[in-house]
C-alpha cells in the first residue's frame, strides 16, 4: 500500500533563509501530491499540488519538486518568514483513490 | 467562500456523556470526512460521505456515529467515548469522491478532551 513519510521531524531555519522540506513515498503508482501546512490549533492548509506528469510547480515563495526516479518529493519555501512556522505535511493519492496517504509531518521552527 | 467550519472550537465531556460535533461547508462539495489527529501525527481517517451516503468507514467504533443530513452538513455524535480519544477532530469537504484529485479543504477542528 501506499507509504509517505518525512524524512525530518523538525527543521530549524533563520528568517529570511530558505526551506526545503522532503518527503518520500512507496507506491510507484502514486499520481498526485499535496503538501499542507497545520498552524498550531488549526486544520490542514492547502499549499499547493503536483501531478506526475510534473516534475515542478510553483506557487507563491513555494515551489513544489518532484523525482518519481527515486520517489521523492520537496517542498521548497523561499524567504522563510516566521509565520511560516508551522507542520507541513504531504500527502499522495494513487489512482482510483481519492484518499490522500498523509506523511508523518515536519515541523518548521524559523527564528527571528 | 472556501471555508469548512466545525463547532464547537473545544469540547471536554465525561465517559458517560453524549454530544455531537458539527461541520458545515457552502462551497456545494459533495464529499465529506471525518478525520482525527492525535497530538504530532498526521489526520488519520474515520468516515467518508459521497452524495450524502456513507462510503467510507475506516473501522471506527461504534461510539462514534456519524451523520450527513444533508449536503451542507456533517455531524458526529460521540457517545460513552474513552480518554484515549482525546484528540483534534477535523472535518473537511471536496468537490466530490472522482479522480483522485480534488483537494480536500480542512476545517479548524474541534479540540475534544474525554475525562
Known amino acids: 500500500g501506499e507509504s509517505v513519510g518525512l524524512h525530518l521531524p523538525t527543521l530549524s531555519v533563520q528568517e529570511g533563509d530558505n526551506s526545503i522540506i522532503n518527503c518520500a513515498y512507496s507506491?510507484?503508482?502514486?499520481?498526485?501530491f499535496i503538501w499542507y501546512k497545520q498552524e498550531s490549533g488549526k486544520g490542514p492548509q492547502f499549499i499547493i499540488d503536483i501531478r506526475s506528469n510534473m516534475d515542478k510547480r510553483q506557487g507563491q515563495r513555494v515551489t513544489v519538486l518532484l523525482n518519481k526516479t527515486v520517489k521523492h518529493l520537496s517542498l521548497q519555501i523561499a524567504a522563510t518568514q516566521p509565520g511560516d512556522s508551522a507542520v507541513y505535511f504531504c500527502?499522495?493519492?494513487?489512482?482510483?483513490?481519492?484518499?490522500?496517504?498523509f506523511g508523518r509531518g515536519t515541523s518548521l521552527i524559523v527564528h527571528p | 467562500d472556501t471555508e469548512v467550519t466545525q463547532t464547537p472550537k473545544h469540547l471536554v465531556m465525561g465517559m458517560t456523556n453524549k454530544k455531537s460535533l458539527k461541520c458545515e461547508q457552502h462551497?456545494?462539495?459533495?464529499?465529506m470526512y471525518w478525520y482525527k489527529q492525535k497530538a504530532k501525527k498526521p489526520p488519520e481517517l474515520m468516515f467518508v460521505y459521497s452524495y450524502e451516503k456513507l462510503s467510507i468507514n475506516e473501522s471506527v467504533p461504534s461510539r462514534f456515529s456519524p451523520e450527513c443530513p444533508n449536503s451542507s452538513l456533517l455531524n458526529l455524535h460521540l457517545h460513552a467515548l474513552q480518554p484515549e480519544d482525546s484528540a483534534l477532530y477535523l472535518c473537511a469537504s471536496s468537490r466530490q469522491l472522482a479522480g483522485g484529485s480534488d483537494t480536500q479543504y480542512f476545517g479548524p477542528g474541534t479540540r475534544l478532551t474525554v475525562l
Open positions: 500527502a499522495g493519492l494513487s489512482g482510483g483513490s481519492y484518499i490522500p496517504t
Open positions: 507506491n510507484s503508482a502514486s499520481d498526485y
Open positions: 462551497m456545494g462539495h459533495r464529499a
